[in-house]
Structure formats: structure tokens, C-alpha cells
């Protein structure tokens, strides 16, 4: 099974940009469909942006559409999530997620691998 960690999190002011990471140890990312997910407190864990295994199909949530973008190195064995002009809202922890199977789904239950996650902060 796949083991994935997130990195990249900050503090930052509102229209900063970050850059997260997750890097996958003991399987080969490409046999993954993957996604990223946010959870602020007292929110349930909210789809953000998810991948197809080969990179060609991305989605993403409407409060991040056209703002991140998510991308993969399969050969790094790493997935990334690029975040433009952040807002506050944005602020949460932020977890990325794999899934065996081809379908990509928006559904966080789908998923059945996790990180530990990374924290994003956005001040105003």
C-alpha cells in the first residue's frame, strides 16, 4: 500500500502563493488516482482538486477553480498542488489522498489512502 506525505504548508498573507507537496513511499504513484482535500475546524473534510493516474483529466472545487492547480510527477513519485492568490477561506488542513481505482470521485470516503496532512494559514 501506498504511504504519503505532505509538505509545503505555511503562514501567509492573503494573494500569497504556495506550493504543496506529497510524496509517495513503498508503491508507485502511477497506479493511483489522487486528490487533494482541505479540512478547516468544525468543517468536515471538503474535495478540493483530484488527477487522473496519467495526469491528462483534472478536477477541481469551485472555490479553488481558475486559483490552484493540481499537477503530478509520476517518475518523482510526487503530487503537488499549486495555490495563487490565496484568501482566508483557504485556510485549513490540507491532506492528500489516493485511490486505486480509475473513477476519479470528489467523495473523501472513496479515498483509502491518507496523509498526516500539512497546514495552510492565510491571514487578511
Do not use: H
Not at 492573503?14 to 479540512?39: E, H, I, N, V
Not at 493516474?53 to 509520476?74: E, H, K, L, M, P
Not at 513519485?77 to 470528489?106: F, V
Request: net charge positive.
Amino acid at each position: 500500500q501506498v504511504q504519503l506525505v505532505e509538505s509545503g504548508g505555511g503562514l501567509v498573507q492573503t494573494g500569497a502563493s504556495l506550493r504543496l507537496s506529497c510524496a509517495a513511499s513503498r508503491s508507485t504513484l502511477s497506479g493511483y488516482t489522487m486528490g487533494w482535500f482541505r479540512q478547516a475546524p468544525g468543517k468536515e473534510r471538503e474535495f478540493v482538486a483530484a488527477i487522473s493516474r496519467d495526469g491528462g483529466n483534472t478536477y477541481y472545487a469551485d472555490s479553488v477553480r481558475g486559483r490552484f492547480a493540481i499537477s503530478r510527477d509520476n517518475a518523482k513519485n510526487t503530487l503537488y498542488l499549486q495555490m495563487n492568490n490565496l484568501e482566508p477561506e483557504d485556510t485549513a488542513m490540507y491532506y492528500c489522498a489516493a485511490r486505486g481505482s480509475i473513477i476519479i470521485t470528489r467523495t473523501p470516503a472513496n479515498y483509502e489512502y491518507w496523509g498526516q496532512g500539512t497546514q495552510v494559514t492565510v491571514s487578511s
